[in-house]
Every structure is written in structure tokens, then in C-alpha cells.
């Protein structure tokens, strides 16, 4: 298939196919190394929980807040 073709898809089809690459990218974990930046920023967040310096949301709250941002 095509980009030009993928273009033309409704939007549920490219989720569909979005969502069967993302399966087959994570299946295999050795195929990709997270960059060493992430496990820094990783580290740096679970301290920041631990030191009650971070606002734990619940996904939905999270959401709203986020979508907000941007209206």
C-alpha cells in the first residue's frame, strides 16, 4: 500500500494499521534500544515522586487537563 493510498483511508482504518505496527515494533524488544536520554528522564521522575514533587492524576482527570492546554 501506498502513502497516497493510506491518505485516502478513514481514520479507523489508519488506527487499525497504526495499532498492527505498533504490535509488531514492540513485540520484539531487542529490535530497539531506548536512547540513554530516557532512562535520565525516568530516574529523574521517580525521585521527583518520591520526593512528593509530582501530581499523580487519574488518566481520565489527566485527559480533561490536557485538552485544555490546547483548546
Not at 501506498?2 to 497504526?18: G, Q, R, T, V, Y
Not at 530497539?32 to 521517580?46: G, N, V, Y
Request: hydrophobic share 45%; aromatic share 8%.
Amino acid at each position: 500500500m501506498s502513502i497516497a493510498e493510506l491518505h485516502k483511508l478513514p481514520a479507523d482504518e489508519k488506527l487499525k494499521i497504526i495499532e498492527a505496527l505498533w504490535g509488531d515494533l514492540a513485540a520484539d524488544d531487542a529490535a530497539f534500544a531506548s536512547p540513554a536520554w530516557h532512562e535520565d528522564e525516568l530516574r529523574k521522575t521517580e525521585a521527583d515522586f518520591a520526593a512528593g514533587r509530582v501530581e499523580i492524576l487519574d488518566w481520565e482527570d489527566a485527559k480533561k487537563e490536557l485538552r485544555k492546554q490546547f483548546e
